[in-house]
């Protein structure tokens, strides 16, 4: 469901709503004027109430003419008028020196924001995939969603700036605010601007009207509009939101980030990406990387060549590692062992850990994205150790 558009919290929201309502005028006006006489004269002029010696032949009537031409014409240009009018208040940005600008990054499926640094040199990043609740007709809520923490917070009355940008590897985000008549398209590789000034305190939904994908149109987030000194001592503090910190739990942070919008957990499905925990590869996955060798995650081993092992060899070991190293260990195992260790656990980390998600997997795979049999998982270089850790201790647990 949209909400937001039973209010008007900027600036320019009554000036866009007053251009769509004399554009909806206007086109009822010029529609009937245009459709009633075809209708009237059609049904007047049926065939059997017109004689062939009644047929004329008109030329010109100057009075019609020039009435039909001028009354839509001065219309068409108050329409122009009130249309550019909105449209120039919305495109043109403020005085940055007044402003607040804040970076906005949209990538599947969430948005981000970061805030210039403060007095202290901390610079706020908030964001992350979100829930909306979830309410029954008469509103109440069935199930809470956890929109709120990860919101845009800005002070009342004061102009904010949006630079949106999306990465190079995503795809093309509409960053919409139904309450306030702003949306933008956000496109990677290219910054767009919005601003907006809201004089009303209050929350705000922001949503992704880039209907084209699996999950845009779950793409929440959210605007909260504080009182000024609420504001200011948010921005000057390092807290993570003025709602407090955000949780730092290994399920908060794989929820924050949206990893859950691609991994199932704990049942062994393919989302997009595959279950993380219940199995870390499938039989398919080490054969394709047996044939054809990788060299995309970073691990201080360098590239794996393709073809260490083949045929009925290459059948086992897969079978072997898809099975969590469990049972007993084919001969040609060796032809691994070597860089992945006897225990598949990746040697100090030299080479992945083929039997766990364990950091050092995590942390390469969220630097540098991994583009596999299954699909491409996009980058994360701005998760930090501290929640990779989260991450791996939480998959640990849930096994
Ligand atoms: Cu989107």
Not at 7 to 15: I, K, L, M, R
Request: with cysteine; charged share 20%.
């Amino acid at each position: 469901m949209l909400e937001g558009f039973n209010s008007q919290a900027s600036t320019f929201a009554a000036d866009v709503d007053q251009a769509l309502y004399i554009n909806l005028v206007f086109s009822i006006i010029l529609a009937v004027s245009v459709l009633g006489p075809m209708v009237y004269f059609a049904w007047k002029y049926r065939e059997k109430n017109v004689k062939n010696e009644n047929i004329e032949n008109f030329v010109h009537h100057t009075g019609l003419e020039i009435t039909w031409t001028v009354i839509p014409t001065i219309m068409m240009f108050i329409l122009f008028y009130y249309g550019y009018s909105s449209m120039k208040s919305i495109r043109t940005m403020p005085d940055t020196s007044t402003a607040i600008t804040v970076q906005v990054e949209g990538s599947k499926w969430k948005w981000r924001y970061e805030y210039p640094a403060n007095a202290n040199g901390f610079v706020h990043k908030v964001g992350g995939a979100y829930t909306k609740a979830i309410k029954d007709e008469n509103g109440k809520v069935i199930e809470k969603g956890t929109m709120g923490r990860s919101a845009l917070y800005v002070p009342v009355n004061t102009n904010i700036i949006l630079e949106m940008t999306a990465p190079l590897d995503d795809v093309i985000h509409s960053f919409y605010v139904p309450a306030f008549r702003m949306k933008e398209d956000v496109v990677p590789g290219r910054k767009t601007k919005q601003w907006f000034n809201s004089a009303d305190v209050g929350e705000y939904d922001v949503e992704c009207a880039e209907y084209c994908g699996t999950d845009h149109s779950y793409m929440y987030s959210r605007i909260v509009v504080l009182p000024k000194a609420e504001y200011e001592a948010w921005f000057n503090s390092s807290e993570d939101t003025p709602k407090g910190n955000y949780l730092k739990s290994g399920d908060a942070v794989l929820q924050q980030h949206g990893c859950k919008s691609c991994h199932a957990i704990q049942t062994d499905k393919i989302l997009v990406g595959p279950t993380l925990n219940t199995r870390r590869l499938t039989k398919e996955q080490v054969l394709d990387v047996i044939n054809n060798g990788q060299n995309k995650l970073g691990y201080a081993m360098g590239a794996m060549p393709a073809g260490l092992a083949s045929g009925a060899d290459a059948e086992k070991i897969a079978t072997y590692v898809a099975g969590g190293l469990k049972g007993d260990k084919p001969a040609s195992f060796a032809a691994c062992s070597s860089c992945h260790g006897e225990d598949g656990k990746g040697m100090f980390s030299t080479a992945p850990n083929l039997v766990e998600y364990d950091v050092d997997l995590l942390r390469n795979v969220l630097k540098n994205g991994k583009k596999g049999m299954i699909g491409t998982m996009p980058a994360f270089p701005y998760v930090s150790e501290e929640e990779v850790s989260a991450i791996a201790e939480y998959l640990k647990s849930v096994k």
